[in-house]
């Protein structure tokens, strides 16, 4: 069974940093590409970030383009967003997701598994 | 960047009646990579369709998906009590930027 488990979410002031983690299980993590989607409150889906299997591909949506890094660490079967000069417009429910195409892909596709998310609040 | 731009915003029906809900993309969506989406209160998406007419793994024959170019269309033959919920749909022809319509909401009238 697939198991992605988000964590590191919580209460955050405008202009710090927070580090999300995703606990993957039930599949082959090294070779799909993985992705973060935030929803905020009331509000619909957004795509933050993509990257692929190998880390080779790495992709933003321009609302964080420059402040977020994501990254992967394969032996460990962990998906990361590193988060700087967080925003308020930032506050959301932020899922990890599986890409759904074939393995060693290095675009980006649909997501067939979700994890059901970490909340990051930005507030003073 | 491709927009979504999905409707009606809220379709209000009874358990039993069929649901059309259309998404409908700001420039044509390449090679039909379009998806849909199912989420309930408290719950992650859950991947209902794929390639625009292809149903996700476990996911019941009354839920069909259509379309191509700007215009897709995601069916519900008879809504069951559980298909009451918000849908998205997400294009992913101009990968690396994937987005999402803003929902439709399905719910009991």
């Known amino acids: 069974e697939v198991q992605l488990v988000e964590s590191g979410g919580g209460l955050v002031q405008p202009g710090r940093s927070l580090r999300l983690s995703c606990a993957a299980s039930?599949?082959?993590?090294?070779?799909?590409?993985m992705h973060w989607v935030r929803q905020a409150p009331g509000k619909g889906l957004e795509w933050v970030s993509g990257?692929?299997?190998?880390?080779?591909?790495?992709g933003y949506a321009d609302s964080v383009k420059g402040r977020f890094t994501i990254s992967r660490d394969n032996a460990k079967n962990s998906l990361y967003l590193q988060m700087n000069s967080l925003r308020a417009e930032d506050t959301a429910l932020y899922y990890c997701?599986?890409?759904?195409?074939?393995?060693?892909?290095?675009?980006?596709?649909?997501?067939?598994?979700w994890g059901q998310g970490t909340l990051v609040t930005v507030s003073s | 960047e491709i927009v979504l731009t999905q409707s009606p915003g809220t379709l209000s029906l009874s358990p039993g009646e069929r649901a059309t809900l259309s998404c409908r993309a700001s420039?044509?969506?390449?090679?039909?990579?379009l998806a849909w989406y199912q989420q309930k209160p408290g719950q992650a998406p859950r991947l209902l369709i794929y390639?625009?007419?292809s149903r996700a793994t476990g996911i019941p024959d009354r839920f069909s998906g259509s379309g191509s170019g700007t215009d897709f269309t995601l069916t519900i033959s008879r809504l069951e009590p559980e298909d009451f919920a918000v849908y998205y749909c997400?294009?992913?022809?101009?990968?690396?930027?994937?987005?999402f319509g803003g929902g439709t909401k399905v719910e009991i009238k």
């Open positions: 997701a599986k890409d759904g195409y074939l393995p060693y892909s290095s675009s980006w596709y649909y997501f067939d598994y």
């Open positions: 039930g599949f082959t993590f090294d070779d799909y590409a």
């Open positions: 990257i692929s299997w190998n880390s080779g591909s790495i």
């Open positions: 420039q044509s969506v390449s090679s039909s990579y």
């Open positions: 390639g625009a007419s």
């Open positions: 997400q294009q992913y022809g101009s990968s690396p930027w994937l987005t």
